[in-house]
């Protein structure tokens, strides 16, 4: 999932400078799972910039809807209604979530209430951490699940560097040393041959933004489009 | 005139409300059914007596309870706000108080975000036999919201609602008349005499 903050309210208040009515816009989907942009946290944070601007005696009208994604076209269609009566749009997705809700709404100003940190899990209540890189070529089938790319400080892919230190980073010494992890991980699994295999240097050019994907059971109608 | 009403009455004269009233702070209370709604209600059988205004929330735990709950008491004018709950280990759902800590530790953040201090919002641990300590508890945070002066809100949420609360607290809807023992006859019940209060309101003649 994809894992965002909050950004500070003094910024987000800034946003609103001049706007007499906000449409604060929740996405439902991760941000809503790591306790961000979600129905409640939209809530939370409409409270927040209503009570700011009565101590502040600005008249600011504050509203809030939460749709079911911010990344799908489909789930904007009601906003649409009523998106003009707002001066402005305060969305509370993900990156990916403003700029497609900014697309759709092309005529009013969206802006980011969040920062949108990384694609993690949750380690527990409250605790997030990155997983993934999004590097459009998966090796974890040889690194025993354990992703050198996102995990190691310097991207080795061929073992450790010289500064593993007792299972830390050298770069980070409160953090796990990835290649420690993979080989521990490995052992484990009696794949320890694994190890053995060289790995190329990283093709990076598939790896290149802006990414597009057409799924492949969509390519044909998608070139015949006229 | 006891010691602390005394001092209240000292303190409440900076501040005087719009509609001309001295300052008397509003504290709002939410208790958690199992160990501090008990703790007040010995409070009152022990014949303590505390500040008459704390309003008590009781709650089935207060592990319920959520920030937005704690902000809206603040936008509706509470100058204070305690959560009262189990001792640690005695919670009836094992960790409802323990949520609760670290809710209204994040409250506290928000409403320090917001601008307002976070004093006004206080978790307390209560147990059930602890009726002094609930009449002490209310007594401090009355005393702290006396000291700290009204909630800035109060006034915004004074004129929202017509400068009156929202809802009497001791206000309920007109009883419908009693029927029991009343003879109704045919032409009262044709005049629609006998009105009967339903949820959606008065229906002549039903």
């Known amino acids: ?226 | 005139m006891n010691d602390t009403q005394a001092s209240h009455a000292a303190h409440g004269a900076g501040h005087e409300l719009e509609t001309g009233k001295a300052y008397e702070p509003k504290v709002v209370a939410y208790c958690c059914t199992y160990c501090a709604y008990t703790a007040a209600d010995l409070a009152g059988s022990m014949r303590l007596s505390y500040s008459p205004q704390v309003r008590i929330i009781k709650t089935l735990c207060t592990g319920k309870i959520d920030a937005l709950l704690l902000l809206k008491a603040f936008e509706e004018g509470a100058d204070a706000v305690f959560v009262a709950g189990c001792n640690i280990g005695d919670c009836h759902f094992l960790e409802g108080n323990l949520r609760a800590i670290q809710v209204v530790a994040h409250a506290k953040h928000l409403l320090a975000e917001i601008g307002l201090e976070p004093e006004r919002l206080e978790f307390f641990h209560i147990p059930a036999s602890a009726g002094p300590l609930f009449a002490q508890r209310a007594n401090q945070m009355v005393e702290r919201a006396m000291a700290l002066g009204p909630n800035p809100l109060r006034f915004s949420a004074h004129e929202k609602y017509g400068k009156k609360l929202q809802r009497e607290p001791d206000s309920h809807p007109a009883l419908p008349p009693a029927r029991f023992g009343r003879l109704v006859t045919e032409a009262e019940r044709e005049k629609g005499a006998t009105p009967v209060r339903t949820p959606e309101g008065t229906i002549p003649g039903a």
């Open chain 1, 1 to 226: 999932m994809i894992v965002a903050k909050r950004k500070p309210l003094e910024q987000i208040e800034g946003f609103l400078e001049g706007a007499e009515r906000v449409l604060v816009v929740g996405c439902g989907t991760c941000v809503a799972v790591c306790m961000a942009g979600g129905e409640k946290e939209v809530e939370i944070l409409a409270e927040q910039l209503r009570m700011r601007a009565k101590l502040a005696g600005r008249r600011q009208q504050i509203d809030e809807v939460t749709v079911t994604r911010q990344c799908d076209r489909e789930y904007f269609a009601p906003l649409a209604a009523c998106v003009d009566q707002y001066d402005l749009l305060l969305s509370t997705a993900c990156g990916a979530g403003v700029q497609f809700l900014a697309e759709r709404f092309d005529h009013k100003p969206v802006l980011p209430a969040l920062n949108t940190l990384f694609i993690g899990v949750a380690e527990g209540p409250g605790v997030w951490s990155q997983r993934c890189t999004a590097c459009a070529d998966c090796i974890l089938d040889q690194t025993g699940g354990i992703c050198p790319m996102t995990m190691c400080a310097k991207n080795l892919l061929n073992g450790p560097c010289g500064g593993t230190n007792h299972g830390k980073c050298e770069v980070d010494g409160t953090k796990d040393c990835a290649w420690t992890l993979i080989y521990r991980r490995l052992e484990k699994l009696g794949r320890l041959d694994l190890l053995k295999k060289i790995q190329l240097p990283k093709d990076y050019s598939v790896a290149t933004k802006p990414a597009r994907f057409t799924h492949e059971a969509f390519q044909k109608a998608e070139n015949q489009e006229p």
